[in-house]
Nanobody, 126 residues
Framework: QVQLVESGGGLVQAGGSLRLSCSAS????????MGWFRQAPGKERALVAA????????YYADSVKGRFTCSRDNAKNTAYLQMNSLKTEDTAVYYC???????????????????WGQGTQVTVSS
């Protein structure tokens, strides 16, 4: 069992940066594949990034590739999403999520994730 809490959202101008954090309580954080999702008003939830248990492998959606970087510090039970060159279309509620297991194609499906954070709002103004 793990509980996830996101932080770091806020209002930023286009072109700016934010770093989201996802702090996990519970045990065995290093056993979880982590994902970052976002949901904009009127749109479906979408995966933006995922990373393996060690952090050595990562996936990025085309829309954020080259601008977002995910990482994790297993010693601190924390995952991060660094977001650079933000665009107005990045405005959404961002969620971190976790599932037990390796970095397989399962990371693409929201249903694979067992645990979810409460979400943090990111608003990018023009």
């Amino acid at each position: 069992q793990v509980q996830l809490v996101e932080s770091g959202g806020g209002l930023v101008q286009a072109g700016g940066s934010l770093r989201l954090s996802c702090s996990a309580s519970g045990r065995a954080f290093s056993s979880y594949t982590m994902g970052w999702f976002r949901q904009a008003p009127g749109k479906e939830r979408a995966l933006v990034a995922a990373h393996s248990r060690t952090g050595q492998s990562a996936y990025y959606a085309d829309s954020v590739k080259g601008r977002f970087t995910c990482s994790r510090d297993n010693a601190k039970n924390t995952a991060y999403l660094q977001m650079n060159s933000l665009k107005t279309e990045d405005t959404a509620v961002y969620y971190c999520a976790a599932y037990t297991g390796g970095f397989s194609r399962d990371y693409l499906a929201g249903d694979s994730y067992e645990y979810w954070g409460q979400g943090t709002q990111v608003t990018v103004s023009s």
